[in-house]
């Protein structure tokens, strides 16, 4: 049964530190999403990537947050210095592209940061 | 300005009814609009995709309609079980094909 791995799944943290969270994306699947989720704003897209290039990060706060996949089995997010406005939880989802499109997305779990 | 609504109250309907769920949206064009499910702690789970030129999708119990006129989509869940108890987020593509703009959801809550 595949599924989008993330890692860590619960994070707390001072403001300030560096946060950095892991996705591992289905196994054949060539698009990579970031998406944060909070109760004010819900699912918000943060960035993807298309065979391991960024194609759209407007999304992201730039000063702060970073994405990259240094290969096809690893994607990161990365934010320094963290403030407590990102309390929320971020996903990862992936999903095969046809083409242009991307369809159906596949999500993790989720990492729950909390920013203190 | 654009936007993307769900009901925000809770649907909560009986065991065996149908619940019948609305995505409204303003100011897009989308090509196709999804429907998925998130239970609590966990992301989403894609069900059903349904294109502009479609008027009704169908899987299983649940069945999609898109009116591109009214710029409204209608998610069906027939026989409902307690187990179709979750929240329900629609999305829709915003020109790029890939940048899902996903709705706040609705929570259906089936009481047996």
């Known amino acids: 049964d595949a599924r989008v791995t993330q890692t860590p799944r619960h994070k707390v943290t001072e403001m300030g530190q560096e946060v950095t969270m892991r996705c591992q994306p289905i196994l054949g699947h060539n698009t990579v999403f970031w998406y944060r989720q909070t109760m004010m704003q819900g699912l918000e897209l943060l960035a993807y990537?298309?065979?391991?290039?960024?194609?759209?990060d407007s999304g992201m706060p730039k000063d702060r947050f970073s994405a990259e996949m240094p290969d096809a089995t690893l994607a990161t997010l990365k934010i320094q210095p963290s403030e407590p406005r990102d309390s929320a939880v971020y996903f990862c989802?992936?999903?095969?592209?046809?083409?242009?499109?991307?369809?159906?997305?596949?999500f993790g779990p989720g990492t729950r940061l909390t920013v203190t | 300005s654009q936007k993307i609504e769900q009901n925000s109250e809770a649907l909560n309907i009986q065991e065996g009814k149908t619940a019948t769920l609305t995505c409204n949206y303003t100011?897009?064009?989308?090509?196709?609009l999804q429907w998925y499910r998130q239970d609590p702690g966990r992301g989403p789970v894609f069900l059903l995709l349904i294109r502009e030129n479609e008027k009704e999708k169908r899987k299983e119990r649940l069945k999609v309609t898109f009116d591109t006129t009214l710029k409204q989509s209608l998610f069906h869940i027939t026989a409902s079980q307690p187990a179709d108890s979750a929240t329900y987020l629609c999305?829709?593509?915003?020109?790029?094909?890939?940048?899902?703009?996903f709705g706040t959801g609705t929570l259906l809550a089936v009481q047996p």
């Open positions: 989802a992936s999903g095969f592209s046809r083409g242009a499109d991307t369809y159906e997305q596949y």
């Open positions: 999305a829709l593509d915003n020109l790029d094909a890939n940048k899902l703009i």
């Open positions: 100011n897009y064009s989308p090509a196709y």
């Open positions: 990537f298309r065979n391991r290039a960024p194609l759209d």
